[in-house]
């Protein structure tokens, strides 16, 4: 177990005496309590979660799909990589959502740009698939498909061994298909990552390492 209970605790009372809940001798994390909550995970902007601690092998073909809930116009989604150049990244950027590819020839990137400026980042659900199938890479974001033309043809498999960081990775892990080190701050769930037939739903829960992370809920209004 990773995680704490996912409630809200207050005015508790050991042998008649109340705790004083606003000042702790120490604290881990603990998040404030909300009076709305939704389905999905929060990020608070500090951290990340760790799945796959065996190492994900993406090689020829991966497609993910998540949504998304931020209002920061920077923060890295998702990222796989390995001891050389392999590897995959989904990133938030200046409120654009990049989709990179490393299958060791090169770095290549698809972008989506939304017509309204950082009207990705509104605090509302976005849809993201992103798809990688040998040398070609495709991004569908509510519902509209952006792709890029791969000038390394002849490369075709990514191949990672490196733990799927999901919200941002650790300062000492390298990562070659990101551009930001900025943790996500907000909100994912249903996180897919399907390979030919067998589609795999991470549950943050089952993460072997969380840090800034709150599987439970996501919040809507403070209390």
């Not at 709305?36 to 993406?58: H, I, N, P, W």
């Amino acid at each position: 177990v990773t995680h704490s209970i996912p409630a809200c605790i207050g005015n508790m009372t050991i042998n008649s005496k109340q705790l004083d809940n606003e000042s702790p001798v120490s604290i881990f994390a603990v998040n404030k309590c909300y009076v709305t909550v939704q389905d999905g995970t929060f990020f608070d902007g500090s951290g990340f979660a760790a799945l796959a601690r065996e190492g994900y092998k993406v090689r020829s073909d991966v497609n993910i799909t998540l949504e998304f809930r931020t209002t920061a116009v920077h923060g890295v989604l998702l990222g796989v990589s390995s001891a050389k150049v392999d590897a995959i990244g989904l990133e938030i950027v200046n409120g654009k959502v990049l989709f990179h590819v490393n299958n060791g020839a090169g770095r290549i990137t698809t972008t989506y740009e939304p017509k309204g400026a950082n009207s990705l980042c509104d605090g509302k659900w976005h849809k993201l698939q992103a798809n990688k199938s040998k040398h070609h890479i495709s991004m569908i974001v509510d519902g509209n498909l952006v792709q890029t033309d791969n000038p390394y043809i002849q490369s075709t498999s990514a191949d990672t061994n490196n733990p799927i960081y999901v919200g941002g990775y650790p300062a000492d892990v390298k990562q070659n298909c990101l551009t930001s080190k900025t943790s996500f701050h907000g909100c994912l769930r249903n996180l897919v990552l399907t390979k030919g037939q067998q589609a795999e739903l991470f549950d943050f829960r089952r993460a072997f390492d969380l840090r800034g992370v709150f599987p439970h809920s996501c919040p809507g209004a403070e209390h």
